[in-house]
C-alpha cells in the first residue's frame, strides 16, 4: 500500500519523462529503420519465378523474353515448365508451331509484298482453316518470316541467351512421365527435373512470379 | 538531343533487333568491358531508349548520354 502510493506520487514526472524516452526512441528507430531497410532492399538481389505452360510459337515468347531481360537486370531466374511447355526445353525447337485455328486474335497478315498487301488482315473462318491441309504449317510459316522480318529473335536464341544469363530450367518430372518425354529429348542445360514441391518454394521467395 | 562521345571502348551494332535484344547484347557486351569503359550502342529499336534507362537504373552501369539521329538510337554506357 505504502508503495502504491509512493508511485502514484510521482507518476506525472515519470509520465513525462516516459512519454520523451518513448518519443526520442521511435524517431531514432524510425529513422534507423527506415536507412537499414534502405539499405537492404539495395542489397538485395531481386528474383523471379516463371511457370512456363504453353508449348506453341507465339506462347513461348513471353517466358524468355521477360527471363532473359530479367536475367540481364542482374536478377535470379528460375522457370519451371510444365505440361506442353515441355516443348520449349527440347533440343529440337523447330517442330514449334502457332495455330491461327481457335486463335481469334491472332493477327493474319502476310509478311511479304507491297505495304497495302500486308496490311490486309486475313479474316478465315476456323470452318475453312480447319478444312485446309497444311494451314497451320502455313501460317507458322508466315509467322517465323514475321518474327525474322521485324529483328525479333528466334526461341532457339532467346533460351539461349537466358541459359547464359544464368537463367536456371527447371523441368516438371511428373508431365516429363505423363507425356512418355525422355530427358534426351531436352537440352543439357535443364538444371533439374522436380515437382511442384519443389518449386513452389522458390516461387515463394521469388519477389515476381509468373504463371505463363 | 546530340550528344557525342567519341572516347568508347567497345561498340554494339543492335540496329534492326527488336526487344529484348539489344538489352540482352548491350550486358553480354558490358561483360567483355572492365569499369569504367565506355560502350556505345547503336539501336533501331524506339522502345530501346525506354529500356536502356531501365536496364541502366537497375543494373547500376550509368547511361552517359541517349540520343537519336535520323531514326537511329545511340547509347553510351559506362561500365560500373
Not at chain 1, 515441355?86 to 533440343?91: A, G, P, R, T, V
Amino acid at each position: 500500500m505504502e508503495m502504491q502510493s509512493e508511485k502514484t506520487a510521482v507518476l506525472p514526472v515519470n509520465a513525462d519523462l516516459d512519454r520523451a524516452i518513448t518519443e526520442r526512441v521511435d524517431a531514432i528507430l524510425d529513422q534507423r529503420l527506415e536507412a537499414k531497410l534502405a539499405a537492404l532492399k539495395a542489397a538485395r538481389v531481386p528474383s523471379m519465378t516463371i511457370i512456363a505452360t504453353k508449348g506453341t510459337l507465339d506462347w513461348a515468347y513471353p517466358p524468355f523474353i521477360l527471363a532473359s531481360t530479367a536475367a540481364a537486370l542482374g536478377w535470379n531466374v528460375s522457370m519451371f515448365f510444365t505440361f506442353y511447355g515441355l516443348e520449349l526445353l527440347k533440343k529440337d525447337l523447330s517442330s514449334l508451331r502457332v495455330s491461327p485455328l481457335g486463335n481469334p486474335a491472332m493477327p493474319m497478315k502476310m509478311p511479304f509484298g507491297p505495304e497495302w498487301f500486308k496490311s490486309i488482315g486475313w479474316n478465315i473462318p476456323n470452318a475453312v482453316q480447319s478444312i485446309i491441309p497444311g494451314f497451320e504449317a502455313f501460317a507458322t510459316t508466315m509467322m517465323r518470316q514475321t518474327i525474322k522480318n521485324n529483328g525479333v529473335a528466334d526461341i532457339a536464341e532467346l533460351r539461349e541467351l537466358s541459359v547464359e544469363a544464368g537463367v536456371n530450367l527447371i523441368g516438371c518430372q511428373m508431365t516429363v512421365d505423363l507425356f512418355g518425354y525422355k530427358r534426351e529429348d531436352f537440352v543439357a542445360d535443364v538444371k533439374e527435373y522436380v515437382g511442384a514441391a519443389s518449386f513452389l518454394p522458390m516461387a515463394r521467395d521469388a519477389d515476381v512470379s509468373l504463371f505463363i | 538531343m546530340e550528344v557525342t562521345i567519341v572516347n568508347f571502348d567497345k561498340e554494339l551494332d543492335a540496329r534492326g533487333l527488336s526487344c529484348p535484344l539489344p538489352i540482352l547484347k548491350t550486358k553480354k557486351a558490358l561483360n567483355d568491358l572492365t569499369t569504367g569503359q565506355v560502350l556505345k550502342v547503336v539501336a533501331t529499336d524506339p522502345g530501346s531508349v525506354k529500356d536502356m534507362q531501365a536496364f541502366s537504373t537497375q543494373t547500376g552501369n550509368p547511361l552517359l548520354s541517349s540520343a537519336e539521329e535520323n531514326k537511329t538510337f545511340v547509347f553510351f554506357m559506362q561500365k560500373k
